[in-house]
């Protein structure tokens, strides 16, 4: 609901209609069923290119340790495949991720599974994190003045349209999605 109330309602002053706040609220709950399907792992929550240092030992240093909780084993790969203040190469991006699930598969944390459901399962984390994430730049820019967060909004909701637009099940949040983007 954070990108809900201080993305939507706050920072773009939308009171959306009730069958706009309706189709928000299924594509979440898809959204949410999508993560609960995943097998859970030890994930940092906010495992991004900002928050990892290079080290003299060629390990990275993580920062902004956020206390690991148990979540969706896409999650971290989300935060960094899906960086929000780095565009990555998308070919670069499917072979990462390729590679990612062949380890999770060799190491026995997910079975084998049907052509295109880890990609789904990461498409759609990165749907929810990303909403996410554009609520709390809003949030920091509007309760805390922190505005520097804004320039990163377009990258980010441009991202939510790219993967919103490939399922059809989303194509109600996607067309919420296009409207708020023409509202930038």
Known sequence: MLFHHWFVMRYLAINPTTSQYTAYQQGCRLLV?????????????DYHSRNL????????????????VIGPVTYD?????RD????????????WLDDYQHTLEAS???????????????DWMGLQRHLKAIGIF?????RDNKRGYLDD??????????????????????QLLSLYRARL
């Not at 999508?34 to 030890?42: D, G, K, T």
């Not at 809003?138 to 509007?142: E, P």
Request: hydrophobic share 40%; charged share 20%; aromatic share 10%.
């Open 33 to 45: 069923q999508s993560a609960q399907e995943q097998p859970r792992v030890w994930v940092h929550r």
């Open 153 to 174: 909004i377009p990258r980010t909701l441009n991202y939510l349209l790219e993967v919103s637009g490939r399922y059809d099940e989303l194509a109600p949040l996607h």
């Open 77 to 81: 790969l989300v935060s960094l495949l």
């Open 138 to 142: 809003a949030r920091l820019a509007i």
């Open 84 to 95: 929000c203040y780095i565009d990555w190469p998308h070919a670069r991006v499917e072979q």
């Open 108 to 122: 026995g944390i997910i079975s084998e599974l049907q052509a295109g459901q880890f990609k789904r399962w990461f």
């Open 53 to 68: 240092m290079v080290s003299d030992s060629g390990c990275p240093g993580i920062l902004d340790f956020q206390d690991a």
